[in-house]
């Protein structure tokens, strides 16, 4: 059954470098979704992405952050500076369609020292 | 704006027992579709049901089924003949029709006792 991946699985970076998480969304799906999940608390959502750009984005998705679907099979969030507060499980998302049930990776926990 | 209540922080259920985790919402949308998801300990977010706000019949898949009251804005999932594997966190979900983020609420722990 496809699936989507998310790479690295957990990523350690320090305050003030970049990050990249990878995505590889379900093939045939045309929306694709980052969300990202503090411990302990319920999952958030950052930003939605159609036929290259950016259709919806939430507060939490500021300036830092920037996605990008480099070819026909990657998606990609790039936090440019990290925060502390930036630690997180960060999780990708996509969708057959608009409305449609969002199938999620298994997530890239982010750890800002 | 949608909104996602879940009042139950933590459940507990006897083996092959059924259990019911609520979930109630709030939205001026019309048109819009709830959804449920479990989260095992290991991380990953996996799609249980989904209830569109037009469907007449309440949503079964398998030994999960969604109680879904409109008039009530309740839309809670029942899962029946409980198993070990189904300890985990279970969040409910929503989005309207004419955007494309999911709202969560802050999810039922359920915990299953042998």
């Known amino acids: 059954e496809p699936e989507v991946t998310q790479t690295p699985s957990h990523q350690v970076t320090q305050m003030g470098q970049e990050v990249i998480l990878r995505c590889v969304p379900i093939?045939?799906?045309?929306?694709f979704y980052w969300y990202r999940q503090i411990l302990g608390q319920k999952v958030e959502f950052l930003v939605s992405?159609?036929?290259?750009?950016?259709?919806?984005k939430s507060e939490i998705f500021d300036d830092q952050f920037s996605v990008e679907r480099p070819d026909g099979s990657n998606f990609t969030l790039k936090i440019r500076s990290t925060k502390l507060e930036d630690s997180a499980m960060y999780f990708c998302?996509?969708?057959?369609?608009?409305?449609?049930?969002?199938?999620f990776g298994p997530g890239t926990r982010l750890t800002v020292t | 704006a949608q909104k996602i209540t879940q009042t139950q922080p933590g459940m507990f259920v006897q083996e092959k027992e059924a259990v019911t985790l609520d979930c109630t919402y709030d939205?001026?949308?019309?048109?819009?579709?709830l959804f449920w998801y479990k989260q095992p300990s290991s991380g990953e977010m996996i799609f249980l049901i989904y209830?569109?706000?037009?469907?007449?019949q309440n949503a079964t898949e398998g030994r999960y089924s969604l109680n879904f009251q409109k008039a009530r804005k309740s839309a809670n999932l029942v899962i029946s003949a409980s198993q070990l594997g189904d300890s985990a966190m279970y969040f409910c979900?929503?989005?309207?029709?004419?955007?494309?983020?999911?709202?969560f609420g802050t999810g039922t722990s359920l915990t299953v006792i042998p």
């Open positions: 939205t001026s949308d019309p048109s819009y579709g």
């Open positions: 093939s045939n799906h045309l929306y």
């Open positions: 979900a929503m989005n309207a029709d004419t955007g494309n983020q999911f709202y």
């Open positions: 998302a996509s969708s057959e369609n608009l409305a449609y049930e969002q199938y």
């Open positions: 209830q569109g706000s037009y469907d007449q």
């Open positions: 992405f159609y036929n290259n750009e950016i259709s919806e």
